[in-house]
Each structure stands twice: as structure tokens, then as C-alpha cells.
């Protein structure tokens, strides 16, 4: 199971000063192949990993949200495995998998919690079911069967009907991940694939590194 990659390479010349800006112009990128061609599922799919106060890892498959010069931001119950994870250790690891274009973007940095304002902004924009699925759901804990957690449901539907507003869950929110380093990597022909990394320099301002492959 060997797949040649025979894209464009990825040079320095080409980069945005910012990670964030040339994150930006991926996304883009990928989520406009995606729409055309049906071959990028859900672009703002991302791995988040996190680790313990003893570093023994987690990952998951989690939605990007929202981005800007400040970083990546998720939302998750804050009683979750992750965000207890993140309590103990905000050292955090995201990967952005874009198989169909031979890309990846690898982030490492520190995850912090949003405030409750930018999370109720959010949570208004959720669907009627979602907003309805973050309280009938104690993510992470274990449940007794899919019935019970239909039940759940079920009565939060009853009390807050299609239309009615529903309050933001206490224990629910946002994590911003501010980065520290961010990688873009591109897939290239003999497995010397292209691997430009932003570092965060402590004066301010980004170093770009090549990695070899």
C-alpha cells in the first residue's frame, strides 16, 4: 500500500510571515478542493492529543471552530478526559490529516479556556440538537446503555422544544490553542516530502525551519 505523491512542492520563498495567515490560506485551499471535488471530508477535522500530569497520551478526533492570529479554538465538555488532561498539562498537540492533498499541518502549543462570553457566542450558533446533546451528554463517563442516553435526550427536547433558547451548559466551553510551533507539510515524489516549521521566537516574530523528511 504505497501511493507516489506528485503535488507542488512547498518553498520558503512562498510562505506568509505568520503561521496563522498561511494556515489561512490551506484551509482555504483545501476546504474549496473539498467543495469541488468531494474528496476532503470535513477539512476542519482535527487530531487533538493531550497527555496526563504522568504524559501518558490521549487522542481524539475534534472540529476546529474558529482560527485567527490568536490560535485554533475547539469546544468540549470541561469534564471531558482532553479538557481534564489539559487542566493537569496545557501542553497540546493538533494535526490537521489532509490525505486527498498529500497535506498535513502539525501544531504544538498551550491550550487555555475561552471566556464565557466567546463560548455562549458560540454556543448560540449551534444546532437546536447540538446545543441539546452538550447537556444530555456527560462526555467521557460511562453510561449504562444508548437507551438511557435517548432518555436523556429526550427529556431535554421535551423542556426546551425547537425555538426555545437553551442555556449554556456550566461544565461546557471553549480552548483556545495558541501555538508554538506549526508545521506544513507536503507530500513530494521518493518520500522527500517538503516539512516548513514556524517556531515561535521569545523576542516575538517567527523563525521558519526546513525539516528533512
Known amino acids: 500500500m504505497r501511493r507516489q505523491y506528485r503535488a507542488a512542492g512547498l518553498d520558503e520563498n512562498g510562505l506568509a510571515d505568520h503561521p496563522m495567515e498561511q494556515f489561512a490560506r490551506w484551509f482555504a485551499q483545501v476546504a474549496a478542493h473539498g467543495e469541488a471535488r468531494g474528496v476532503v471530508y470535513e477539512p476542519n477535522a482535527m487530531v487533538v492529543s493531550t497527555a496526563d500530569a504522568e504524559g501518558r497520551p490521549s487522542s481524539r478526533t475534534v472540529l476546529l ?21 489539559l487542566a493537569e498539562n496545557p501542553h497540546v498537540s493538533l494535526l490537521f ?33 447540538s446545543q441539546l446533546g452538550a447537556w444530555a451528554s456527560a462526555q467521557s463517563s460511562v453510561v449504562g446503555s444508548r437507551d438511557e442516553l435517548d432518555a436523556s435526550y429526550a427529556e431535554l427536547a421535551a423542556r426546551y422544544p425547537e425555538g426555545a433558547q437553551v ?8 480552548f483556545r490553542v495558541s501555538p508554538r510551533t506549526v508545521e506544513f507539510w507536503q507530500g513530494r515524489e521518493n518520500r522527500l516530502h517538503d516539512r516548513l516549521r514556524y517556531v515561535a521566537e521569545p523576542a516575538g516574530g517567527w523563525l521558519v525551519e526546513r525539516l528533512s523528511p
Open 167 to 174: 442555556p449554556v451548559p456550566p461544565e461546557w466551553g471553549g
Open 97 to 129: 490529516p489532509w490525505h486527498p492533498v498529500a497535506r498535513q499541518v502539525v501544531v504544538t502549543g498551550t491550550a487555555r479556556r475561552t471566556g464565557r462570553d466567546e463560548t455562549a457566542a458560540y454556543f448560540r450558533t449551534r444546532p437546536h440538537g
Open 65 to 85: 471552530k474558529q482560527y485567527d492570529e490568536r490560535g485554533f479554538v475547539f469546544f468540549t465538555n470541561y469534564e471531558s478526559r482532553k479538557a481534564r488532561e
